[in-house]
């Protein structure tokens, strides 16, 4: 079973309003995703990061994604100003390192945004 | 461009049936093979992995995919479904050294189980 864990685990937003989840890896993981999951079951990779350094990041318009991994700290994902489009499941992930992309990613229980 | 497909939205079978859900990829390089769960309200659950070797894995809870590169697919199996298998199933595929392992997801198989 996976040791990532998100908080909060729901939160609900205004419009315009800032929302910020975080996320703790499994321990030893230096490796840590995010991906957005719409209600059609649709999975958009944000962004990931190896220890603090982001390794790729989607082009997130409008600049109103941020993410941060900082050391001794959880990982975080902040939407700046919320939008009802971004009302979603974000899943947090992480692994070990292999630059093959060999090891799994072990995924946290997601927080549930809903923007109203 | 990486894409992976599964075909069938939605398997209806009844306990102690045996299942096939199915997931086709199209890339035309070297690349990882997943399956994951995910019940109502939860996050993903991993079940198993292909990246090399016998084209048969298997996975938790009696789950097992086999690995066809001539037919670009990667179906998951299960002998005889318990309830608690009850959940969409995505399979997901990464590239072999560069997207830094990113997953695509297909599309979600929902599984439901009649008693």
């Known amino acids: 079973n996976s040791k990532v864990i998100q908080t909060p685990r729901y939160l609900v937003k205004g419009q315009g309003q800032k929302a910020k989840m975080r996320c703790i890896p499994e321990?030893?993981?230096?490796?840590v995703f995010w991906y957005q999951q719409n209600k059609n079951n649709e999975f958009k990779f944000l962004i990931n990061?190896?220890?603090?350094?982001?390794?790729?990041q989607i082009d997130m318009t409008e600049k109103r994604f941020s993410a941060e991994c900082p050391s001794n700290s959880p990982c975080s994902l902040e939407i700046q100003s919320s939008e009802a489009g971004d009302s979603a499941l974000y899943l947090c992930?992480?692994?070990?390192?292999?630059?093959?992309?060999?090891?799994?990613?072990?995924f946290g229980p997601g927080t549930r945004l809903l923007v109203l | 461009t990486q894409t992976v497909s599964q075909s069938d939205a939605h398997v209806t079978v009844f306990e102690g049936d045996s299942v096939e859900l199915r997931c086709n990829y199209s890339?035309?390089?070297?690349?990882?093979l997943s399956w994951y769960i995910q019940h109502h309200g939860h996050g993903l659950q991993f079940l198993l992995k292909?990246?090399?070797?016998?084209?048969v894995v298997q996975g938790v809870n009696g789950f097992e995919a086999e690995f066809s590169k001539s037919d670009s697919s990667f179906h998951l199996r299960k002998a005889s479904v318990h309830w608690s298998d009850s959940a969409v199933y995505f399979c997901?595929?990464?590239?072999?050294?560069?997207?830094?392992?990113?997953?695509?997801f297909g599309q979600g198989t929902k599984l439901s189980i009649k008693p």
């Open positions: 292909y990246y090399s070797g016998n084209p």
């Open positions: 997901a595929v990464s590239a072999r050294n560069y997207n830094q392992g990113k997953l695509i």
């Open positions: 992930a992480s692994s070990l390192w292999d630059w093959g992309g060999q090891d799994t990613q072990y």
């Open positions: 890339y035309g390089g070297s690349i990882y």
């Open positions: 321990k030893g993981h230096p490796v």
């Open positions: 990061f190896q220890n603090q350094e982001v390794l790729q």
